[in-house]
């Protein structure tokens, strides 16, 4: 059943997640970690930090990941973990791979028309939405603490968060460069 449900979740989210792994993100937490409830936040989290520091798209690395971890944590073994992450996997990919196949000719005769420039113009605002909903999503309790239970943890996240948007956005320094800062200031400053 844990398959099966796999399989449903991530052709869904595959079929609707416009904008890219990133635009995928918020999608996959709602599923894995709120709906189904296979996964915490912070594991959900950890996942997202592998999948950015690993080679390959982030939502296909992330349904990897997921999959076995939901496998994993329902009880299964290894190779019953690594038969979750092909599931997930194929799942994730199969709408892709059939949409592209189904509308590539069509879509390259018709791309310049105005009723597809139309609707690309349409969907460009709601991938923004979704990326920005899944900083939103990532932004938890359990990411970066509080206040309250631990400042110590609480503002060295703030401060971790804004030096990489600052970084990245205003110095330009290359994103894989701030995952490793962020990371070694973290095993630094947290540990």
């Not at 979740?9 to 904008?19: D, L, N, P, S, Y």
Request: hydrophobic content about 50%; some cysteine; overall charge neutral.
């Amino acid at each position: 059943m844990l398959y099966f449900l796999l399989f449903i979740t991530f052709f869904q989210i595959g079929m609707f997640g416009f904008g890219g792994g990133y635009g995928m993100l918020s999608l996959i937490q709602g599923e894995v970690v709120h709906h189904y409830g296979w996964m915490t936040t912070g594991e959900f989290t950890d996942i997202v930090a592998i999948s950015q520091m690993t080679p390959g798209p982030i939502g296909i690395n992330s349904a990897t990941y997921c999959g076995y971890t939901a496998a994993h944590n329902a009880g299964y073994g290894y190779w019953m973990s690594v038969l979750g992450s092909a599931v997930a996997t194929f799942a994730l990919v199969l709408p892709s791979l059939i949409l592209m196949i189904a509308i590539a000719r069509v879509f390259l005769k018709y791309v310049n028309t105005p009723t597809v420039q139309s609707i690309m113009m349409g969907l460009r605002p709601a991938v923004v939405g979704l990326l920005g909903a899944a900083t939103l999503l990532l932004m938890s309790e359990e990411n970066f603490s509080t206040p309250a239970v631990n400042p110590w943890q609480f503002w060295i996240s703030v401060f971790l968060f804004v030096a990489t948007l600052v970084g990245t956005w205003h110095f330009k320094i290359n994103p894989i460069r701030m995952i490793g800062y962020s990371g070694l200031a973290g095993l630094v400053l947290l540990y």
